[in-house]
């Protein structure tokens, strides 16, 4: 992150349902231009925040993860469309402008984006989620699946980058 970045939330969520109501959150501030990258390991909840802001939005068609299409447009109610983005398969950004995003017009919400939306914006929301695996899952284990896992809680850590977020809250 860069100087500017700073710290919006950082909370502990409890299960899907909490993890929607985040999304619901997010929504809240978002606006036509706003670019928001999802960053955790398989299973965290990446698309289920995503589901709970398109509902915030009134999103029509069901959000749910883009793995294969690696985009999804949904039309809202709230103004702006909200572009699903799944960047799990590309190998570099290129393959991403590819994809011929309107960014200025859409609210942008990028799964595995980190280092694949460098230079789009300038102002970027940056959303990290972590969640214990393994011993520190309790009853998981390093040979269990790691999407195959009880509904604990999750950390998320939502820092704001560039002029964009400069007095927002969360």
Known sequence: MTES?????DVAVDGTEAMGELGARLAAVLRAGDLVVLTGPLGAGKTTLTRGLGAALGARGQV????????????TTAGPDLVHV??????DPVELDDLDLDWDAAIVVVEWGRGMVDGISDSVLDV?????????????????DPDDVPDE??????????????????
Do not use: K, N, Q
């Open 5 to 9: 970045a700073r710290v919006l939330l």
């Open 64 to 75: 749910s993860s883009p793995t294969f299409v690696l985009a999804r447009t949904h039309p």
């Open 86 to 91: 799944d960047a799990y398969r590309l190998s």
């Open 128 to 144: 990290e989620i972590t969640r214990a695996t393994g011993a520190e899952a309790g009853a998981a284990t390093e040979a269990d």
């Open 153 to 170: 809680p999750r950390r998320v850590v939502v820092t704001a980058t560039g002029p964009r977020w400069d007095g927002v809250t969360l």
